[in-house]
C-alpha cells in the first residue's frame, strides 16, 4: 500500500519561506518522478515542479529561481522549498506520484500555504 503525506504549509508573510515535505511509504518511491501541482482558489490544478529518481528537477516558469525541489531516497522524502513567496503562491500543494500503468497514480491529502501580510 503506497501512502503520500505532505506537510510543512501554513501562513507566511510575502518575501517569506516555507518547506514542504512529501512521505511516500512503500518501495517504489526511488525509482519514480515525483511530482509537486498546486492548486489556487478558483484555479485548475497545475504543475509546480518535478524531480528524477536521480535528483533532477524542473520548475513551472511561475516558481523557477524561487522554488527547489529535492529528494532523498533513503527517507523516501521530497521537498519543496519555496522562497521569496509572494500572494500568488497561495494555494493548497499536492504531492504526486504516478507509477502507471504497472502500479497507481498516488496523491497526498494537500497542505495549505497562505502567503498575506
Known amino acids: 500500500q503506497v501512502q503520500v503525506v505532505e506537510s510543512g504549509g501554513g501562513l507566511v508573510q510575502p518575501g517569506g519561506s516555507l518547506r514542504l515535505s512529501c512521505v511516500v511509504s512503500?518501495?517504489?518511491?526511488?525509482?519514480?518522478?515525483v511530482a509537486w501541482y498546486r492548486q489556487r482558489p478558483g484555479k485548475q490544478r497545475e504543475l509546480v515542479a518535478t524531480i528524477a529518481p536521480g535528483g533532477s528537477g524542473n520548475y513551472a516558469d511561475s516558481v523557477k529561481g524561487r522554488f527547489t525541489i529535492s529528494r532523498d531516497n533513503a527517507k523516501n522524502t521530497v521537498y519543496l522549498q519555496m522562497d521569496s513567496l509572494k500572494p500568488e503562491d497561495t494555494a493548497t500543494y499536492y504531492c504526486?506520484?504516478?507509477?502507471?500503468?504497472?502500479?497507481?497514480?498516488?496523491w497526498g491529502q494537500g497542505t495549505q500555504v497562505t502567503v498575506s501580510s
Open positions: 512503500g518501495s517504489i518511491f526511488s525509482v519514480y518522478i
Open positions: 504526486n506520484l504516478d507509477a502507471r500503468p504497472f502500479r497507481g497514480d498516488y
